[in-house]
T-cell receptor
Framework: AQKVTQAQTEISVVEKEDVTLDCVYE???????LFWYKQPPSGELVFLIR??????QNEISGRYSWNFQKSTSSFNFTITASQVVDSAVYFC???????????FGGGTRVLVKP | NAGVTQTPKFRVLKTGQSMTLLCAQD?????MYWYRQDPGMGLRLIHY???????AKGEVPDGYNVSRLKKQNFLLGLESAAPSQTSVYFC?????????????FGQGTRLTVV
């Protein structure tokens, strides 16, 4: 069975601070895919990033960066120089290669104060 | 660019009533899903479909039925609504696994059962 854990339920920061969201996953598969989604107050789910299990290269995309470590089954996500518009709930998700169902973590609410 | 469209956006039901949620996608995706979102629990998969005419149970299928008569539509039915089904429901779609793409989500349907 797969499981995704986001231990942080809520994070509050002041604008321009960096925010790191933790995600730990469990799977027996050797090939899988990890995702981060953002859910702003308007309610829709917005895709942010995707990472394949066979590619541990960490990248930066604008103010977003992620740290994927298979050895610790973690897929952490960082927002650099946070802005008020970053206030949202962020979900980490896992998908098996053999199948196409997403398993979500419980979400982390980020509040960025001006 | 409609993407994934859910109808209705809001609904209040009395216990025992029935209703159908409609999901439509215009991206020619093979896979479609219904999730429910409850506080602190992330999104949980109710049912999914890997193609027209096929459906399968997800993590929390009890009390729901689905149909995929057309590739672009995925219907979620509640035959006898219960207060435990009060939730926000999300439909999603994605390409076949080989494309390794993210799932695209609708804007959600907020259902209250009283």
């Amino acid at each position: 069975a797969q499981k995704v854990t986001q231990a942080q339920t809520e994070i509050s920061v002041v604008e321009k601070e960096d925010v790191t969201l933790d995600c730990v996953y469990e799977t027996r598969d050797t090939t899988y895919y990890l995702f981060w989604y953002k859910q702003p107050p308007s309610g829709e789910l917005v895709f942010l990033i995707r990472r394949n299990s066979f590619d541990e290269q960490n990248e930066i995309s604008g103010r977003y960066s992620w740290n994927f470590q298979k050895s610790t089954s973690s897929f952490n996500f960082t927002i650099t120089a946070s802005q008020v518009v970053d206030s949202a709930v962020y979900f980490c998700a896992l998908r098996r290669a053999a199948g196409n169902k997403l398993t979500f973590g419980g979400g982390t609410r980020v509040l960025v104060k001006p | 660019n409609a993407g994934v469209t859910q109808t209705p956006k809001f609904r209040v039901l009395k216990t025992g009533q029935s209703m159908t949620l409609l999901c439509a996608q215009d991206m020619n995706h093979e896979y479609m899903y219904w999730y429910r979102q409850d506080p602190g629990m992330g999104l949980r998969l109710i049912h999914y479909s890997v193609g027209e005419g096929t459906t399968a149970k997800g993590e929390v299928p009890d009390g729901y039925n689905v149909s995929r008569l057309k590739k672009q539509n995925f219907l979620l039915g509640l035959e006898s609504a219960a207060p435990s089904q009060t939730s926000v429901y999300f439909c999603a779609s994605s390409y076949h696994l080989d494309y390794n793409t993210e799932a695209f989500f609708g804007q959600g349907t907020r259902l209250t059962v009283v």
